[in-house]
């Protein structure tokens, strides 16, 4: 807000920036470590992992083009 009123300095910008991309990346570290944990229960749960990846992408693409809204119909 106070940078659209021009009550910020470039600095006050740059650093609210740099904490943003700090904590983006921190939020993204913790899903990687999130993920990581539950393929690891699943594993150790005696789940097997059969897929190549070639087959894992195939399956996530299709199941995300099943979750895709429907288009809009035109008026």
Same mark, same amino acid.
């Given at each position: ?5 021009? %009550?910020? +300095? ?8 740099? %904490? ?5 990346? +921190? ?5 990687? +470590? ?19 990846? #070639?087959?894992?992408?195939? #399956?996530?693409?299709?199941?995300? #083009? ?10």
């Amino acid at each position: 807000m106070r940078e659209t009123n021009g %009550r910020a +300095s470039g600095l006050d910008v740059l650093e609210a920036k740099q %904490r943003l991309y700090l904590a983006e990346q +921190s939020f993204n570290q913790t899903e990687i +470590s999130r993920r990581l944990v539950i393929v690891q229960l699943y594993k150790a749960l005696g789940g097997g992992w059969n897929l190549t990846d #070639a087959q894992w992408v195939a #399956a996530n693409t299709a199941a995300g #083009a099943q979750t895709q809204p429907a288009p809009a119909p035109k008026p």
